[in-house]
């Protein structure tokens, strides 16, 4: 084989990879939009044969081959193919060491797990969702220890999500942001408390339908490339390749607010995906590199933009167009305060910037406990509710707006949830520095988001997955990870909302 | 290998395959119900892998050893078995005589030339569309000569949709129908016009949507396993097996006669798959065994059933439910009267009974006269229109309306056509020996369709694709094919909505 040969195959081989994985994130995103209700074994019998496919081609004697000639010839390697090199490598000695018979059963697994969590959801019956979750809890924390024997198995699934992010940093990171959010909380709960009426009422769908998809175009996505559905629990998936995105919401009649966020947030996500450089497509480069990073520039739409006076401002015509009577005799003001009420609530995806982190810290604690063996299954309700009592001061009054409320452990997502917390965190540090170069608030109240996502697509989207999460972090904040941007920046919006 | 192990790899062979449908037909469905506009070259690029893959799996020297080792030991097999064997070695025979790179090639052609249609037809644009079609055109005809060299290559079309189908059985049906629907045609024009003012006004999509599902659940589709979109084209597809199915339709908001027949005439598609024995499931003789009965199926359900006085009566209490206003004065007789109006007309799927197979004969004399080089590909519009004058009696105002109607060449299903026309007459022949043993009318009037959804699960359903349509068709009838039967229930029910 010359090197020239190798770097066809190269190519070739991730072609391959992307068509499955197109074909499978297409099977999960049709279960979850358009699939008929009893359809969950079919889906799980041809993901079956699929995963097995992806995990021969991906681990076959051929496919090591030509990566370990590829490494070892890697000077002639130019940068994108090194990393290339390096990610499948990396993906194949972990793969190598799950057995293959134990892999295919848990993608099986996931997919009974997700359509089970759906009914029991709806039933609000963990005891129907709990057999699954032992099982994914299990098996997650097995093949933790396939790959990393010598490691704390929550460490190697953090690390799933982030490069090198660690317990003892999310420790140190949780802690810090638990001791400053707890206190200013207290502050914010001694004000008179935000009027958020403005957000209630009857909304039809196809009216949030029409603003989900005025948002969607005005926050500079193409409608060409990305798509709208609405599940139960939103989400956002690239199919092959970033040339076809999709981006879901759940609308809810009585709130607008929800999906429009939900919107936006899933928006941030597909601009990251869909701003990687074209010649990334079809490659192990494409889409977004780290979960947190993904989260920074979802969370940076949902809240640092569209939790901004600037935002509301801009938005607030398109609201009263939408839903006169309504919004007859409101202001933007209005709807800014409505949309930055600060409160302890029991919903994570429609908790506010300053409670969120802690919803998040609940199911890091959570996790780890299960994962130490300190914390069984069935009794995660339970102590859902009490640390739900013990961080936010509130009852949960059953399973549904409890334990079951996130979709993340049915679909194997463990060690994913400080991601969310990361991401915020590093949003705000990327405001900062944004801010140095462009007139942010202008922008965006203005409806241009040419030079927001101009910075964005400069500095983090067109790279896809080129550099290292923390690599990448540190070239655009041009120095370390400080949370301390993200402190100064949740108690400036609490400063302006309550008057602290 | 043991015979045993064998008859295990031949399951599991069939599985994979299943498999790679799923994934496939899914991307097809996607592009033609959710997909962004943009993303058909994406699509595209995965189909090529995956149809490679599929390719290589279904010809592979391993399968080939396989099916030939069974085939050597074919007395050891059950009936089941002996037929797969059959149909998959076929199948590779026939793919190993085309080069691998041209059927990859072709697939990726079909689904650029289906999103080149789409875009066509909507700007009633055929030089648009052209060079694809004759692409689409050269390579079915190629094809067809590297599979069958010494046979026509048009008689090797029709035999693929309906095995041992030829153009001189279809030039002498064809002949025999043409003979009786046209003088036909004649003495309904001499009569006063039907009035079928019931069906135009307007109709709101959700309303024609709740409509659709009521029709589903009401003759017998299991909506668990079975779903509803919208497309340009109305058609159906099974995803993997007979459990996931799904069928689309198209709303006109000033006609909903339209759409409730799609999702009868697609309905009858999907109880014909849904209706295969379980044990046939991820096997290749899961769903219809041809396109002219899986047509007979769909056309019974539409026509004999859907256009009956009996099933008018029972669905005509829904429509005044679903359009009060509309339906205020009117009668179940004027709603049987009205969609049974025969007259000349632009579009095949909205066509009456009596002028239908007229718009299948000139796409079927128009394929024939491609095929054999007495038609260029660039003068189908012209002649489209011409034959429409000719064998209707009317002017095509554009291509829209005319040669770019229909979705079938741009998916290259060329010699499918007349299985439209046949099923139509095995329909009538099937009925004849249904009333044998029940009560039809009686049953549909009723709006208990278990009797008959029983005799054909029984008689045709259940079977999948175990027998050769001949052989199933003539068991059924308990005798040879004879369009009389057709020809007969034509001039009944002319004469009893225009009392010829």
Redesign the interface.
Same mark, same amino acid.
């Given at each position: 084989m010359t090197i020239t040969e190798a770097r066809e195959q190269l190519m070739a081989l991730q072609? =391959?990879m992307?068509?499955?994985d /197109?074909?499978?994130g $297409?099977?999960y995103y %049709?279960g979850n @939009? @358009?699939?008929? =209700? %009893? @359809?969950a074994?079919?889906?799980a019998?041809? $993901?079956?044969? $699929?995963s097995e496919?992806m995990y021969k081609l991906s681990t076959s004697d051929e496919t090591v081959a030509l990566l370990e000639f590829l490494d070892a010839n890697k000077d002639e390697l130019d940068t994108h193919e090194k990393r290339m090199v390096y990610l499948l490598l990396k993906g194949i000695r972990d793969m190598q060491k799950i057995p293959m018979a134990e892999y295919i059963e848990y993608q099986e697994l996931l997919v009974t797990a997700d359509d089970v969590w759906h009914r029991a959801k709806e039933a609000s019956d963990f005891e129907m969702f709990r057999p699954y979750l032992e099982k994914v809890f299990a098996t997650a924390r097995k093949f933790a220890l396939y790959i990393e024997p010598d490691k704390d198995p929550y460490d190697h699934c953090l690390g799933d999500y982030e490069e090198g992010l660690t317990r003892e940093a999310c420790d140190e990171f949780f802690g810090k942001l638990r001791s400053e959010i707890v206190p200013l909380l207290k502050e914010v709960g001694a004000k008179p408390q935000v009027d958020d009426s403005i957000r209630h009422g009857f909304f039809p769908e196809d009216k949030q339908e029409e603003l989900s998809y005025y948002l969607m175009d005005k926050i500079g996505l %193409?409608? *060409? /490339?990305? *798509?709208l559905?609405t599940t139960e629990h939103p989400f956002t998936t690239s199919? *092959?390749?970033h040339? %076809?995105?999709?981006i879901t919401t759940h609308y809810f009649t009585d709130d607008f607010v929800c999906s429009m966020y939900s919107v936006v947030h899933e928006g941030g996500h597909a601009l990251y995906d869909t701003g990687s450089a074209d010649d990334l497509a079809?490659t192990v480069l494409d889409g977004g590199v780290s979960m947190s990073i993904h989260e920074s520039q979802s969370r940076f739409y949902e809240n640092i933009i569209g939790r901004s006076r600037s935002f509301c401002r801009m938005i607030f015509p398109k609201l009263c167009e939408l839903f006169p009577e309504h919004m007859e005799g409101r202001t933007a003001e209005e709807f800014y305060r409505a949309v930055n009420k600060a409160e302890p609530s029991l919903i994570r995806t429609e908790s506010d910037e300053l409670t969120y982190c802690l919803h998040i810290m609940i199911r890091y604690e959570l996790e780890k406990r299960i994962f130490d063996g300190e914390l069984e299954v069935r009794d995660l309700p339970a102590e859902w509710n009490r640390m739900y009592k013990e961080y936010l001061g509130i009852d949960v009054p059953d399973d549904k707006r409890g334990v079951l409320q996130d979709s993340h452990w049915a679909s194997g997502l463990i060690g994913y949830f400080p991601s969310y917390a990361l991401g915020n965190a590093y949003g705000a540090q990327f405001l900062a520095k944004m801010k140095e170069t462009v007139d942010f608030d202008k922008c965006i109240e203005s409806g241009d988001f040419g030079p927001v996502n101009d910075w964005n697509r400069e500095h983090i989207w067109k790279h896809g997955s080129l550099y290292k999460p923390v690599e990448l972090l540190e070239t655009v904040m041009e120095g370390k990870f400080d949370p301390d941007y993200y402190i100064n920046y949740l108690r400036g919006k609490c400063s302006d909302v309550y008057g602290l």
């Open positions: 072609r =391959k992307a068509a499955y /197109h074909a499978m $297409l099977i %049709d @939009t @358009t699939a008929p =209700k %009893d @359809t074994a079919n889906r019998m041809s $993901l079956s044969v $699929l496919e %193409d409608l *060409g /490339h990305v *798509g559905s199919l *092959g390749s040339f %076809d995105e999709r079809y």
